[in-house]
Every structure is written in structure tokens, then in C-alpha cells.
């Protein structure tokens, strides 16, 4: 149930609710939530009332802060909607920011919902859009100050003239400029509007107020605009720029502990050619590899991914080298040597067609036609055995169906490399292709072989903690 509606309750019912939920920190909405919680639980009285909260003030009620997100882990935005033609953007926007775990509460202003339906907004964020300042569902717990404050971040996308003029002159006439003049929390807006709009005087005047008054913006953009013909500054942000910018208030930037260290990472599969039209690979997606390369930057790398076939987006900040082969990976790899770290994650194919064909190879009734296979080069042996130019660190990946733990300890040995990230990829696991892994570290301390056994991860969540083994290992000198 995204939200919870609460209707035909008396005034009585009304005081109470507010009193209780003023003395937790919480909304009206959340306290129900909570009611009811006890409710089920059987953490009532024998009566079946719930304990009576302390009395507050009406001046304490008030001045009480709204209970922060970092209680829940989440963090919050109150996404708030401006009537212009980049209100379709902001439909983009909440996926964008739901992609990153942030939860979105959506406010519309009678324009924007010329633009964009409530319905559309809400769906996307998976709770209810709000229209109405005199909403007599959301109104009686003064819905306003709550969606003001029971968030970490307000955003105001698109920011038109209009909005922008309101919130520099305090007006509070609808319910997107009663928010954010009862704010308590950062604002962040992507103004959006015609270039002459932009550059008029008013607007200008309207900007270095709201600068003043501490409110960020991002944007607005040079580029064309909706109206034929019409091209300067004032088209707003891409939702991916505003998102970016919006994560950064509410998760700043974490230490860099592998800044300036060169990282190496090879992810996907190779495709070994039969002839021009077929190939021999495997199920490999290179997400992990992908995902360890994304991680790697974060904390501060230079990154070269070297990538066989994938349909992947790149990730942002990193070197990305597309190859084929094996033989093309191994060369590939040489050349982007030296490096600190060598992750190789990729999925190599042990074998190639001693005899590429160089034309279709035909179906007959003659004997199958031979498909002789030679090895292709072990690029994580080849790197691991370097007298020079070998990274400090070389990790590689171990693949298994079925003795996981002996396989890998033995290809640790085997390879020359430093760790080994053990993995089950038997079909029943969905590993190969999938979002999900578990991974056990293998790493080589003299003659001796620790094992650290990880849950059930997403590969996301593989890669950062694979990365934060390399920062906390990793010799700094």
C-alpha cells in the first residue's frame, strides 16, 4: 500500500491523532501506520486503546522537527512539478531518482497537470501525487507542512518564471509555493523557461534573491527550445543532471580511497569466431565486471574497463575498450599496463577454432564438418607471471559448477594471482546473465589461503565491498 488515506474521522479523532503524532515527530500518516502496527501485533491495551501521548503545546507541536529519514535508512524528496512544457521531463526524473533508492513524493501545480496527469506522477513514484493546498484528505494534519518537511530535499522541477517569482516574494497561494515557503529542508531547483524569459531583468532579480536565500539550482541549459525557432539559455536540466545533483545533497561525496591509483577490469565474455557468422561464447552479461568498474571509480580510481560483447551502458568516469576475442583482451590489457590493480572478471573463452573459416561454413549431406580447437591465451596467468609491469594487486575470478572452494584455491595457485573471487555459476544459481551472486574471496598470505565467505549480494553490492577490500588492502606507500 503506497499511502494511506484517512477519511470521515471526527474532530475528536482529528486532536488526538495530531497530539500523538506531534509528540513522536511523525505525520498523521505515519502514526496510524504505527496505531495499526500495534494493533496487529497485539501492542494494545486489553481495551483496545492505544496509550495516550504526552500533551504538547500548541507552540511545541509546531516548533517540532520533522523525524529525520536517517531513523529509516531512506532518503526522501518532495518532488515538486512547475507548469511547463519540461514537466514531461520530470516523469524521467522520478525513475532517475528512484534508480538511486530515493523515495519520491510528487506535487503538482495546476499548470503542470495540464502537462502531466497526478495519475502518470504517481504511478511512476508508487504513492499518490498531490494537487489541492484545500485537500480535505491530506489538509486536516496540514498535509503542506508535512510534505515540507518529512523529507530531506525538496526539488522543484520544472522551476518556472512563475514559480521562481513566488517563492522570491514569499507567496504561498497553491500548494507547491505553501511547501516551499514552510520549507526546512535544502531546495533544489531546474528552472525551465523561454531565454528571453531568463534574461529578463525580473527573473534575474528573482534568482540572485532566491541565491540569497540559500536555495541551489542546477541549470538552467543552453539548447533548443519546445517553440520552433527558439534557442538560448533556459532548458532545463536533463533528469540525469538533476539527479546527480540531488544525490549529492543527500549523500555527499564519500572518501576517495583509491584516488590516483590506475585500476585494470575486464568484464563480459569473448566471442571466438567459426567463421563470419557464428562464434563460440558463453552466458557471460558483464555486470559484475561492469559493476566492480563503476565501484573502482567511485572510489577514486582511474578505471580502464576492457570489455568483450555486452549490452550494457557504460558506466559513467570510466575508460571503456571494446573487444572481441580473447587474443584482442590480452592485447588490449598489455597496452593499458601499468596499473596499480588488475581486476580480470571477464568470462574467457578457454578455447578458439584452430581454422577460422573465412566463408559461411554450408550444411550438407557430407560429414559434419571438423571443428578442431586450440587454447587461447590465459590472460590472467599471462599478467600474473609479468617479471615487469605486473600490478601490485592481481585479482582474478573463478567460475565453478561444482567443487567451488577446492576449483578456486587451486587455480589460485595455478594462475600466479594474488586473490581469487570464487563464484557458483551452475544454472541453478542464475549467477551467469543475472543480478544477483554470492562470491567467496580467496586470498594468498605466504602459504597460506584465507577464505571470507559472502551472502547472497547484489552484484552492485559484490563490487563496493570488493572495492573496499582493495582500499583497506591495498599498500599505500
Not at 152 to 177: F, N
Not at 194 to 216: C, E, I, K, Y
Amino acid at each position: 500500500m503506497a499511502s494511506l488515506t484517512i477519511r470521515k474521522l471526527d474532530e475528536a479523532v482529528k486532536a488526538y491523532l495530531r497530539l500523538r503524532s506531534a509528540s513522536k515527530g511523525r505525520s498523521v500518516e505515519e502514526e496510524v501506520r504505527v496505531i495499526l502496527g500495534e494493533l496487529i501485533r497485539g501492542h494494545v491495551h486489553d481495551q483496545g486503546q492505544a496509550e495516550p501521548a504526552p500533551a504538547l503545546s500548541a507552540a511545541q507541536a509546531a516548533a517540532r522537527p520533522a523525524r529525520p529519514a536517517s531513523t529509516t535508512g531512506e532518503v526522501r524528496i518532495t518532488l515538486i512539478i512547475g507548469g511547463g512544457i519540461a514537466a514531461y521531463k520530470a516523469l524521467d526524473l522520478i525513475r532517475r531518482l528512484k534508480e538511486r533508492q530515493i523515495r519520491v513524493r510528487c506535487v503538482l501545480t495546476g499548470a503542470a497537470t495540464r502537462f502531466v496527469t497526478p495519475l502518470a506522477a504517481g504511478a511512476l513514484a508508487g504513492e499518490r501525487a498531490y494537487t489541492d493546498l484545500f485537500d480535505p484528505e491530506s489538509e486536516f494534519d496540514a498535509g503542506h507542512i508535512r510534505l515540507a518537511r518529512d523529507c530531506d530535499l525538496i526539488v522543484v522541477a520544472p522551476a518556472t518564471a512563475d514559480l521562481m517569482a513566488k517563492m522570491a516574494q514569499g507567496h504561498a497561494d497553491d500548494l507547491a509555493s505553501a511547501i516551499l515557503l514552510a520549507a526546512s529542508r535544502p531546495i533544489l531547483l531546474a528552472p525551465a523557461m523561454n531565454p528571453m524569459m531568463w534574461s529578463n531583468a525580473a527573473t534575474r532579480r528573482n534568482a540572485a534573491q532566491l541565491a540569497r536565500d540559500g536555495v541551489a539550482m542546477v541549470g538552467p541549459n543552453a539548447g533548443e527550445m519546445a517553440e520552433r525557432g527558439e534557442a538560448g539559455v533556459g532548458r532545463m536540466a536533463e533528469p540525469v543532471e538533476i539527479a546527480d545533483a540531488a544525490e549529492r545533497f543527500l549523500r555527499p561525496p564519500q572518501p576517495r580511497p583509491l584516488s590516483g591509483k590506475r585500476v585494470l577490469i575486464t568484464a563480459g565474455p569473448t566471442h571466438e569466431p567459426i567463421d563470419p557468422v557464428r562464434y563460440i561464447a558463453n552466458r557471460s552479461s558483464g555486470k559484475q565486471g561492469f559493476a566492480i568498474a563503476a565501484a573502482a571509480q567511485a572510489a577514486g580510481a582511474d578505471v580502464t574497463l576492457i570489455s568483450g560483447p555486452v549490452e550494457l551502458d557504460e558506466p559513467h568516469g570510466v575508460k571503456v575498450v571494446h573487444v572481441e576475442s580473447a587474443r584482442e583482451m590480452l592485447a588490449r590489457v598489455e597496452t593499458a599496463l601499468p596499473a596499480d590493480i588488475a581486476i580480470f572478471a571477464a568470462a574467457v573463452a578457454d578455447w578458439r577454432v584452430a581454422n577460422e573459416g573465412g566463408q559461411k561454413l554450408k550444411k550438407t549431406d557430407a560429414a559434419l564438418p571438423p571443428l578442431a580447437l586450440v587454447e587461447n591465451p590465459d590472460i590472467l596467468a599471462t599478467i600474473s607471471h609479468l617479471k615487469e609491469r605486473r600490478p601490485p594487486l592481481v585479482i582474478g575470478f573463478a567460475a565453478e559448477t561444482e567443487h567451488l572452494i577446492d576449483n578456486a584455491k587451486a587455480k589460485l595457485a595455478r594462475k600466479g594471482c594474488d586473490w581469487i573471487v570464487a563464484n557458483d555459476v551452475s544454472p541453478a544459481t542464475g549467477v551467469m546473465g543475472g543480478d544477483r551472486n554470492t562470491v567467496h574471496l580467496l586470498a594468498r598470505h605466504g602459504s597460506r589461503i584465507d577464505v571470507d565467505s559472502w551472502p547472497v549480494m547484489t552484484k552492485e553490492q559484490v563490487a563496493v565491498e570488493l572495492i573496499a577490500h582493495v582500499a583497506k588492502n591495498f599498500p599505500t606507500g
